[in-house]
């Protein structure tokens, strides 16, 4: 197996190369905003749909933070317990759902509110260490209504999505803060939480033999719950394991491959006009997943899975496929793109059902995919093959709240926003001298889309630095505010809320629209009385001219 070994570049050389590209190409540089102490190894970071809370996992535990004044509000902590993983989604009115998991591979639901963290349940209890499943991935849907993780026990590998009784959680926990507030209460009140339900356990299914895939569109019906597998390519090595391939510093080409394990990768889906059993999506909440879709490492298929069952003689089909002409290499990421920037030339022809990724291949080039039902594919190449295995990025991930704006982290340390369309680096992120880049072939980082703010993860202190100690080596939280800078007035955008969000809110002024609803309705009656009235007339002459009809075809 191949080893990457590379010293962590100095924030200080990082900015000299920053400010030598820049002082060539006139590229504007944003400084940081504020420094916050971190906790002891904190591991992972994530930020609330509403930019209210950032959550982090570390030593001991998790905590979460208030996002404006970055002050920890909430911890929950257990001795020799290490979180690797967490993720934090808005569920109610200063209700919050986290999922996490630790470096033994567990994972965990908790609630945050009012100040305090709640473990709802344990995904994978380990009861007998000898036969202990190990999570790998956990996610939460946007809303909290589903979670999936990815479980391994035994080299047996497969994913398990799960429903979450949110609504039952939220009435156990204000029935048991009520109970806690009791002066009669001895103060620990040991609550039953309603436990998870497992909606579909999935494993990497195996193309049938004899199965010919001469089409590039081949649907083959597994279970209830599957509604199509699509074979990508014509290249039946599906069961192959994933290959990633070595980097050549000197050459910058890859010259050999390495086997890594399977992984799965999923993606919640939502309801929309031409998925499949829309008109009983339609009945359900705004937001609310339908369906899960999944691919399996090493494979070519696209498997779908409805979270209800199907409904006859509706399949699912795809909007598109797109044949990407990348010769010299394989993807390693796709992300998809929930607010994409429209060009002048794109405007009149912009649908609905157009979908946009962001694309990274092995090689360390950059495209965008532009597709959709009855468009024609767009793929664009953003970035060239980088000549140096510092420049290969580590994270390229859209910026919602910028207009056509992507961030990208280097493994030189190196942070910039590009512009997809334009193909142009508008900005360089320069972090304090004083420290050195934190993980970065692997950033610990965040954005907040209300806030307009990027969270990410500083290393050490530089010991080369004067006045370093052994109490300033904790690690450190740098905040970039793009919306107080004038170099991104031009791109900011205003995102709606989420239908979760826009639920709630309507849900607080509900005495206020019943109200003036009633208000309405008293003084429109006399205008309701007169079309109530025209009706009954219109109704009586259209039955006369019906009689009359009938009348004249019994006499002839």
Known sequence: MSVYTRRSTPDSEMEAACKTETSKKKTATLELAG????????????????????????????????????????????????????????????FYLLGTVDDMGVARVFVYHCEGIHLLSAIN???????????????????????????????????????????????????ALSQKQDPNSSGDVEVKWTPIAVVIRIKPPTIPAGTALDDPLVVLQMTDFLTHCLALDVDTRSSRQWEEPAFDTDAGKTKETIESPRRCTHHFLLPCGQFPGDSKAKSQPAGLPVAVCVWWSGSHNLLQYLLQKAPKNKPGSPLSVVLVSVTDTAFSCMQFVD???????????????????????????????????GIRSCTVQLTERPKHSGDLPTVTASVPFLHSLSLVVQRNGKMFLQDVINKTTVC?????????????????????TKQQTLFIKAGDQDPSCSGSSKEGNQSQLFTFRFGESDIFKQYIVSLPDSPQQQKTLSCVTLEKACNVYLQQRVASGGERNKAITQTWRQLQETAVMVQQRHSRAAAS
């Not at 993983?85 to 109610?92: G, K, L, P, V």
């Not at 380990?126 to 849907?141: V, Y």
């Not at 909290?144 to 047996?156: E, F, I, K, R, T």
């Not at 420290?435 to 980082?445: D, E, F, Q, S």
Request: hydrophobic share 35%.
């Open 35 to 94: 420094v916050t102490q971190l906790p002891e190894s904190t591991n992972c970071l994530a930020c609330s749909e509403d930019g209210r809370y950032l959550s982090l996992g570390h030593s001991q535990g998790l905590s979460v933070w208030c996002a404006s004044s970055l002050s920890r509000v909430a911890e929950w902590l257990q001795d020799r317990l290490e979180i690797t993983s967490i993720q934090i989604t808005w569920i109610a009115d200063m």
């Open 125 to 175: 209890n380990m009861e007998n260490i000898n036969k202990r499943s190990i999570c790998l991935t956990f996610e939460l849907s946007e809303g909290g209504d589903y979670g999936a993780a990815s479980v391994s026990c035994s080299g047996a590998l497969w994913l398990e999505v799960y429903h979450f009784p949110s609504e039952s959680w939220l009435k156990e926990l204000e029935m």
């Open 339 to 373: 607010y994409w920037p429209v060009s002048a030339n794109d405007s009149q022809t912009f649908t609905e059902a157009k979908v946009n990724l962001l694309v990274l291949c092995k090689s360390g080039t950059i495209h965008t995919v532009t597709t959709g039902r």
């Open 428 to 448: 360089f992120l320069i972090p304090t001298p004083t420290h050195l880049i934190g993980t970065p072939c692997n950033p610990v980082y965040a954005l907040n």
